[in-house]
């Protein structure tokens, strides 16, 4: 099956969704002549250019269903419509005849993942080329009880950082993530579409036949081409511009993410801090505690809270468990404390690190929001969001000019360290016939597979030298 372009008309629509997104308010004018440039950039060579015009502008926000949106004060606020309205009561409907088990809602998030809470150190970090290099975007994707949780899909700058060569890293996924890259580091419609067809995949294998997937108007999310191959999934779409009310993702799941995470990183620079060498942390590091964060630290409670916040579902219904008082929906609230805590230790401690903490634990949670929110996505970028291909991506190392490789592990120096585990687990009081038994059958595993990888190296070998 070819692959479908997007019109001039949709490719405009797209834009104007993430616009709304970010809260940016346009009147008809700046539409008109928004629309005008874009077509020039991308205006295909089979399509009829379009002559723009009030009563073309009219049509189109009829045809989109589009409503006059208006921004108060410091922040922005939708004006909940009776569209808007309509639309998720026939969302809360087709809700209903799902499993909750099998609804699931994703989103995206930018994450400076290296951020010290320091204004001025942070405002240097998402300046200019260093901003992508720094940044990853993370998807995350969960089901309405939280007893799934995908793999952080995280895109980076780079397919193999020196963090990852440096350690012999070639399969990231066996850190627990889903790697992915771009020259920008973004969430482009053909990333989207290997995240589908990943989760496709993985829904295959638990042997699920269906389920619902609930996504914002983000301009990426797009199925252009694998739409033939995605039969598992059903994708709906909430209202634009209202996602902060009732999006899961958006209600405090992303947010509890990010707190973790930056616990962990202050945490991860306090112990180094007090250790020789470099406390620096990497690529590899920053992978490491999202995956911890995502998989260990946000909780189930907390997702199943914050989809009963968003209103979606009633907890006296489908999550007859739970309700949603504000107590209950005070442990998405935990690790913004904790951060506090670490953030107070990492004070007493401005003499070693050099850093002077004057970022609130709100702020530096919210960083991402409050930055990306001030530099929206313009015409040109729109036009590598809809078609960056991934040839883009960097094959190549990134550049490192004292790149000090770790030797790859031998199955020996594995089979050594498992004995120690071993013997620790089995001279314990506590029962650990669990645990035993469990890091037994992964080294089997992995001496198998050794073993057979050896196998072939030494019949190739041999068929090598006789030819």
């Known amino acids: 099956m070819g692959r479908k372009e997007l019109s001039n008309e949709e490719t405009f629509f797209a834009w104007f969704s993430t616009m709304q997104e970010a809260n940016v308010t346009m009147s008809d004018e700046m539409l008109i002549t928004k629309a005008r440039m874009l077509q020039n950039s991308v205006l295909r060579e089979t399509e009829k250019e379009i002559k723009f015009s009030n ?21 922005a606020s939708a004006e909940i419509t009776e569209d808007v309205l309509d639309r998720i009561e026939a969302l809360k409907a087709l809700i209903s005849g799902y499993e909750p088990d099998d609804i699931f809602n994703m989103d995206e998030t930018g994450l400076f993942w290296q951020l010290e809470p320091n204004r001025t150190l942070a405002t240097r970090a998402v ?31 780079f397919s193999n950082p020196r963090a990852f060569a440096r350690r012999n890293i070639r399969r990231p996924e066996n850190l627990g993530i889903v790697w992915h890259s771009n020259s920008k580091a973004w969430m482009t419609m053909k990333l ?41 999934i059903r994708i709906e779409f909430l209202p634009p511009n209202v996602t902060a009310v009732f999006q899961p993702m958006d209600a405090g799941i992303i947010r509890a993410f990010k707190a973790h995470y930056r616990r962990l990183l202050i945490r991860l620079k306090l112990e180094r801090l007090q250790a020789p060498g470099s406390a620096e942390v990497d690529v590899y590091d920053a992978v490491l505690m999202i995956e911890k964060a995502w ?36 442990a998405a609230i935990d690790p913004v404390r904790d951060l506090r805590s670490a953030l107070i230790q990492l004070e007493e401690m401005t003499m070693e690190s050099g850093i002077i903490p004057n970022m609130t634990a709100d702020e530096y949670i919210d960083f991402e929001n409050a930055t990306e929110a ?39 120096e594995l089979n050594a360290a498992c004995s120690i585990v071993l013997c620790f687990l089995e001279q314990s009081q506590d ?5 035993t038994s ?15 990888s050896l196998i072939q190296r030494e019949i190739t070998t041999y068929f090598s030298s006789e030819l």
């Open 295 to 330: 998989r260990v630290d946000v909780t189930s409670k907390t997702i199943r809270n914050c989809w009963i916040h968003a209103q979606l579902v009633s907890a006296t219904g489908i999550l007859p468990d739970l309700n949603a008082s504000d107590d209950q929906y005070g």
């Open 127 to 157: 300046s200019g080329k260093k901003k992508s290099k720094n940044r990853f975007t993370v998807a995350l994707t969960s089901n309405m009880t939280g007893t799934v949780k995908l793999p952080p899909f995280i895109i980076h700058k």
């Open 55 to 75: 009563g073309w502008l009219q049509g189109f926000k009829r045809h989109h269903k589009i409503q006059a949106y208006v921004r108060h004060g410091e922040g």
């Open 192 to 232: 989207f579409e290997q995240y589908l067809l990943d989760f496709e995949k993985r829904l295959k294998e638990s042997g699920r036949s269906k389920v619902l997937l609930l996504l914002d108007n983000f301009a990426g999310h797009k199925v252009i081409s694998v739409g033939d191959r995605i039969s598992i």
């Open 431 to 435: 029962d650990k016939s669990r645990i």
């Open 374 to 412: 001030l530099d929206p996505i313009s015409v040109e970028e729109l036009a590598d969001l809809v078609s960056l291909p991934e040839a883009d991506t960097l094959e190549e190392a990134e550049p490192d000019i004292d790149l000090d490789r770790s030797p790859p592990l031998s199955v020996y």
């Open 438 to 452: 469990k890091l037994k059958s992964m080294l089997e595993e992995v001496q198998f597979g050794a073993r057979a």
